[in-house]
């Protein structure tokens, strides 16, 4: 088992940073891979990055030049770091993670956080 939270949300005005944390728990964090979703209201749920065991990336296109995915196994956590932040990336944000699988698809992570939440006011 592994226990995610995740932490950093806010509100932050359109052109702002943040960085978010997935802090994990309850195994060798180094074996999973990671990916950050993100839901906002009314809408599905979408992927935004993911970062395997090798730390190798990949980002739904649109987000790659704002967002950077990184994780540090020796502090068992994995980062989202956002910048020039717009309204239309007001969400909750959660990271997932699976032993096996590296991949956009929420439907193949296994553990998932309860969620931060980020709101970026125009």
């Known amino acids: 088992q592994v226990q995610l939270v995740e932490s950093g949300g806010g509100l932050v005005q359109a052109g702002g940073s943040l960085s978010l944390s997935c802090a994990a728990s309850?195994?060798?964090?180094?074996?999973?891979?990671v990916g950050w979703f993100r839901q906002a209201p009314g809408k599905r749920r979408e992927f935004v990055a993911a970062i395997s065991w090798s730390s190798n990336t990949r980002y739904t296109e649109y987000l790659k030049d704002r967002f950077t995915i990184s994780r540090d196994n020796a502090k068992n956590a994995v980062y989202l770091q956002m910048n020039s932040l717009k309204p239309e990336d007001t969400a909750v944000y959660y990271c997932?993670?699976?032993?096996?699988?590296?991949?956009?698809?929420?439907?193949?992570?296994?553990?998932w956080g309860q969620g931060t939440e980020v709101t970026v006011s125009s």
């Open positions: 309850g195994h060798t964090f180094n074996a999973y891979a």
């Open positions: 997932a993670a699976d032993r096996q699988r590296w991949t956009t698809d929420a439907l193949q992570y296994t553990y």
